[in-house]
């Protein structure tokens, strides 16, 4: 596709769910990175894959969260057993190589009631 | 570790006016600087970026310039329009520690009014 894509969009669940969050990167973008947005704060890093490798997971809160990219492609963010503090835009971004310019998709905004 | 600090908004302009947003840094290394916008419903863009000391990013009338010696990369306009109105973002990259990550400030709010 022409740019970075994210589904859901919203997402609402209640807490002690698992959710699944999905990034599409744009095609042939070596980097993808995760990043979690509360509101009213910019986006903070959470991790990145340079292909299916996950460089560095330093941002991720919690062993509750955790994230692959198996095909160095697509991306998956998990959240296990959700908590109300884990609502937040997550923001997905991809790069052609570590050094380039990151790419943002619109987000997902994730809503734990 | 990495840190960015915005001036706190929000801001609120007339057509036409100047904008200055502050930005400064704390990084390790020689990080690039960059400025991300978000209009409202949308993503982040990238607006601007400087990679070395001294250079100016420049993009759709706005600029800032990389300085080292004070760890600023400021955001100006000449003259803001309606269509400005959004938050923007403020970010480094420091490529010799940790060449994935980005490090944002907290975004400041600008509306301009006609």
């Known amino acids: 596709g022409a740019g970075v894509s994210q589904s859901p969009r919203y997402k609402v669940t209640k807490r002690g769910q698992d959710v699944a969050l999905r990034c599409d990167p744009i095609?042939?973008?070596?980097?993808l990175y995760w990043y979690r947005q509360a509101l009213g704060q910019g986006p903070e890093f959470l991790t990145y894959f340079n292909y299916e490798a996950q460089q560095d997971k330093s941002g991720l809160p919690n062993d509750r969260f955790s994230a692959e990219r198996p095909e160095g492609s697509i991306s998956t963010l998990t959240i296990q057993r959700t908590e109300q503090r884990d609502s937040a835009m997550y923001r997905c971004?991809?790069?052609?190589?570590?050094?380039?310019?990151?790419?943002f998709g619109p987000g997902t905004r994730l809503l734990v009631l | 570790g990495n840190s960015v600090t915005q001036m706190e908004g929000p801001v609120t302009l007339s057509e036409e006016a100047f904008l200055t947003i502050n930005c400064t840094y704390t990084a390790t290394g020689y990080p690039s600087l960059f400025w991300y916008v978000q209009y409202p419903g949308e993503g982040l863009q990238l607006l601007l970026k400087?990679?070395?000391?001294?250079d100016k990013g420049s993009n759709k009338g706005f600029e800032a310039t990389y300085r080292k010696e004070t760890t600023s990369f400021h955001l100006e306009k000449g003259s803001v329009q309606v269509s400005d109105s959004a938050v923007y973002f403020c970010?480094?990259?420091?490529?010799?520690?940790?060449?994935?990550?980005?490090?944002f400030g907290d975004g400041t709010t600008l509306t301009v009014k006609p």
């Open positions: 970010a480094l990259r420091s490529y010799n520690t940790n060449a994935g990550k980005s490090t």
């Open positions: 971004a991809s790069s052609l190589t570590g050094v380039e310019t990151q790419y």
């Open positions: 400087a990679t070395k000391a001294d």
């Open positions: 095609s042939g973008h070596v980097s």
